[in-house]
């Protein structure tokens, strides 16, 4: 962004940050960035596990947009595509952490990835829509928008667990009428 006095939080561009910094590792073999990059990527999850609440999902008060669809993303809140990346965030670190042999770190976000998906899977999940929804408002209500975009994320962090996986297969293969669909390129790259 060009400099102006807009202070903003997009809690996704953070997430995706952390796993590109693995994947970046995957990709090139620089073992060395490892070790520059730990700290800072440890200092994020940190931030992150700071603000999870006693839902014991991520709560954060920011721009949790992914897409620019009519999602439902409030600023406040739980936001389910947020949990998911924060899941796979906590892993990547945690993959991190053990090629450094740093074996306490990587076991504790392991396990704080854990205690996210199933605080999420327990929170977010509807029975009625087979899907997760795509938020809990600030209020504690349930939201009744369910999106591609949520469950796409969902799917790609492997927070559905056993027939959950399959129903969120089937909402991404044939997502139904009423499913906000993908409104942009950025969130078209997950789902392909």
């Known amino acids: 962004q060009v400099p102006s006095g807009w202070q903003n939080v997009l809690t996704a561009w953070s997430l995706a940050w952390m ?16 070790e520059v990059i730990y700290p800072s990527l440890a ?3 940190e931030g ?5 609440g006693p839902s ?10 992914l897409d620019w669809a009519p999602m439902d993303t409030p600023d406040r809140g739980i936001v389910t595509h947020q949990n998911a990346s924060l899941v796979q965030a906590l892993r990547d670190v945690a993959w991190v952490a053990g090629r ?3 074996r306490e770190d990587e076991a504790d976000y392991l396990a704080e990835a854990e205690k996210i998906r199933g605080a999420m899977d327990r929170a977010l999940w509807s029975e009625e829509r087979a899907a997760y929804r795509d938020c809990i408002r600030e209020d504690g ?19 559905a667990p056993g027939v959950r996986r399959k129903a969120v297969e089937r909402v991404l293969l044939e997502p139904p009428e009423d499913f906000v669909r993908i409104g942009s390129p950025f969130v078209t790259f997950f789902y392909y």
Request: charge should be negative.
């Open 48 to 52: 992150f596990l700071d603000r999870v």
């Open 19 to 34: 796993s590109a910094c693995r994947e970046y590792v995957e990709h090139s073999g620089d073992t060395g960035f490892l």
């Open 56 to 65: 014991g999902c991520l709560e954060i008060a920011a721009w949790n947009m």
């Open 100 to 102: 450094l042999a740093h």
């Open 43 to 45: 200092r994020c999850a």
């Open 141 to 159: 209500t349930p939201s009744g928008v369910f999106s591609v975009q949520t469950n796409t994320m969902v799917y790609l962090a492997d927070c």
